[in-house]
């Protein structure tokens, strides 16, 4: 027996409405990171990198949070002065290193910056929120700088692979699942 779909058959409404979930969880499953947008903002004669980030897991990602297995990412900061005649001269660089976990006991998610700034969320949308959000990081003197000249700032944020434990990293270095890297967002700065 064969069926037909026509626009007025309620299987017609079903089919429509199962075409519009997959699409929609197909466009809020997509995993990464992206720069939304970042700043320099001068501070007692420091300039200040403020940025934010849309963080998004994967399922593999995700899971393997929920398990236990701590995340790090690693935050990168560039300045160069863009010289025609030779290659950029390099101003300034920064890392900064942020490590997310998840602790079954208390049912919390932990955020940690440099092994000193901890944070406890309860969910991970929260987490999520917070890592994506950099604020008052001190990335370069303003004594580096000379006013005539233009810089170019870049940044990137990107999960760490290698701190990931050993069984998992093999899986992580060949899935694009664990590939959660952003493009280098890149401004000028003139000081």
């Known amino acids: 027996m064969m069926a037909f779909i026509t626009p007025f058959s309620p299987n017609f409404r079903v089919f429509v409405a199962a075409l519009l ?14 720069v939304k947008a970042a700043e320099l903002d001068l501070e007692e004669e420091v300039y200040q990198l403020k940025a934010d980030f849309e963080v998004n897991f994967s399922q593999a990602v995700e899971d ?3 398990k236990g297995v ?10 160069n002065r863009p010289r025609w005649y030779w290659l950029d001269e390099s101003i300034a660089s920064a890392q900064q290193q942020i490590r997310i976990s998840y602790h079954a006991l ?3 998610y932990r955020l940690q910056v440099h092994e000193q700034q901890q944070k406890s969320f309860a969910t991970l949308a929260e987490l999520k929120t917070e890592l994506g959000h950099i604020q008052e990081w001190k990335v370069v003197e303003r004594a580096q700088l000379r006013k005539r000249y233009s810089y170019e700032a870049r940044l990137r944020m990107k999960l760490d692979l290698s701190q990931l434990p050993k069984p998992l990293q093999v899986n992580a270095l060949t899935s694009k699942d664990w590939n959660m890297e952003s493009d280098w967002y890149r401004w000028t700065l003139t000081p």
């Open 106 to 108: 208390t049912k919390q």
């Open 70 to 79: 701590p995340l790090n990412f690693t935050v990168e900061f560039e300045l």
């Open 21 to 34: 979930l997959a699409f929609a969880a197909g466009v809020h499953a997509e995993s990464g990171i992206q």
């Open 64 to 66: 393997a949070l929920n």
